[in-house]
């Protein structure tokens, strides 16, 4: 045998290699074309989003809607808004985007009025609905469910005394005030500047 020659059962083995490869390449091409098609769509109605609804809702929480979902359908998962909503805050039709985070305001909350020097006329400071914990006076803070004459009193206190409040939470630096009762007016306050 010259010293090139392949002996003859490499061969067999060399050609039994190529045929095993040929026939798993032809499985693999009819396996594919067994799962069918792949579709590329923009159909929002394929994809799914994910949003929190919080505030005037029976359930709050986090639910998944298809893609082209609507406030109306997030709100009727939710158990739908207690007699508290503020339905002229929300658009029902509103479509949702994933991630999003939904608050359905309380028609108990009321925005600070601030006085338009020009004509007199006095206007909501915000149409969120929400109350401004480091612009609202005492008796505004008042409607805000468990705040009373005494907490609010102390709310406008520790404002003028430590500065405006950073977050929500920081709420518990006022005595009488605890994390539950933050956790139930987080839907109904906001920090603003």
């Not at 050609?15 to 098609?37: E, I």
Request: no cysteine.
């Amino acid at each position: 045998m010259s010293r090139g020659a392949i002996p003859h059962q490499m061969q067999w083995l060399v050609a039994g290699l190529f045929g095993l490869v040929a026939v798993l390449l032809v499985y693999g091409a009819w396996d594919r074309s067994q799962r069918g098609p792949v579709i590329i769509s923009s159909d929002p109605t394929l994809v799914s989003v994910v949003v929190e609804i919080r505030g005037e809702v029976v359930r709050p929480g986090v639910y998944t809607l298809q893609g082209d979902g609507r406030l109306g359908q997030l709100i009727e998962l939710a158990g739908g808004m207690t007699v508290e909503a503020d339905l002229r805050q929300v658009s029902l039709a509103r479509r949702l985007a994933d991630e999003e985070l939904v608050i359905i305001p309380s028609r108990l909350a009321i925005a600070s009025p601030v006085a338009d020097l020009d004509d007199g006329f006095t206007e909501p400071a915000a149409t969120s609905g929400l109350v401004d914990i480091n612009t609202a006076s005492a008796s505004e803070l008042e409607t805000l469910p468990g705040i009373g004459e005494v907490l609010a009193g102390r709310i406008v206190a520790s404002r003028e005394t430590n500065g405006p409040f950073v977050r929500v939470e920081d709420l518990t630096r006022v005595q009488g005030i605890s994390e539950g009762l933050v956790d139930e007016l987080r839907a109904l306050i906001i920090v603003g500047p």
